[in-house]
Every structure is written in structure tokens, then in C-alpha cells.
């Protein structure tokens, strides 16, 4: 599989869908109503919930990544764009 250079929007789709998905379930919401640019903390995401979404997303993309990165990227699209890049760096790395 190849991943571009440059992520696009459209390459964010399903890690924002994921993400959502996983921070409805962490604030036991339906997903329709979690806003992808609204600050994990106004929907809800506390930090035991943060550290938890970290390792998902550690599992789900094979990443190593701190804690504190759920803070640093503090909306669903912020942190979709991370992930991409990070996930695009490991496998250029990985090559």
C-alpha cells in the first residue's frame, strides 16, 4: 500500500470517522453527535479517556506515541491529521 507524501483531507476521512466512533464510545454519545472540531475536552474526554484513545490509536496504527499527544492535537480532525502523518512517516521509515 502506498501512502502519499501529502495528505489530503480525503485521507483523514476514515481516521475521523475512527476516531469519532472511539470518543462517542469514551463518552457514551452517539457518534452522530460527536463534531470532529470541537476540543476532545468539550465532549467529554477526560484524562483517563485520553490516555485509553491513545493506546487505541497506538494499536489500530502501530505507532508509539506520548500521552500528552491527545492534548496536543485537541480536536478529532486536529489529532486525524496527526495520525495520517505519523502513520505516513512510519511506513516511509519502515521502506
Known amino acids: 500500500m502506498r501512502i502519499p507524501e501529502q495528505s ?3 485521507d483523514h476521512a476514515p ?3 475512527w476516531l469519532a466512533g472511539r470518543v462517542a464510545f469514551h463518552t ?3 457518534v452522530r ?3 470532529p472540531h470541537r476540543p476532545l475536552a468539550e465532549l467529554g474526554i477526560e484524562s483517563v479517556s485520553a ?3 491513545c493506546g487505541e490509536i497506538e494499536d489500530r496504527w502501530d505507532l508509539e506515541l506520548d500521552p500528552t499527544v491527545v ?3 485537541p480536536t478529532i480532525a486536529e489529532m ?3 495520525v495520517v502523518d505519523e502513520a505516513a512517516a512510519r511506513y516511509r521509515t519502515a521502506s
Open 80 to 82: 486525524a491529521v496527526f
Open 8 to 10: 489530503t483531507p480525503r
Open 51 to 53: 490516555v485509553s484513545l
Open 33 to 35: 453527535e460527536v463534531d
Open 71 to 73: 492534548f496536543e492535537y
Open 28 to 30: 457514551e454519545q452517539p
Open 15 to 17: 481516521v475521523i470517522d
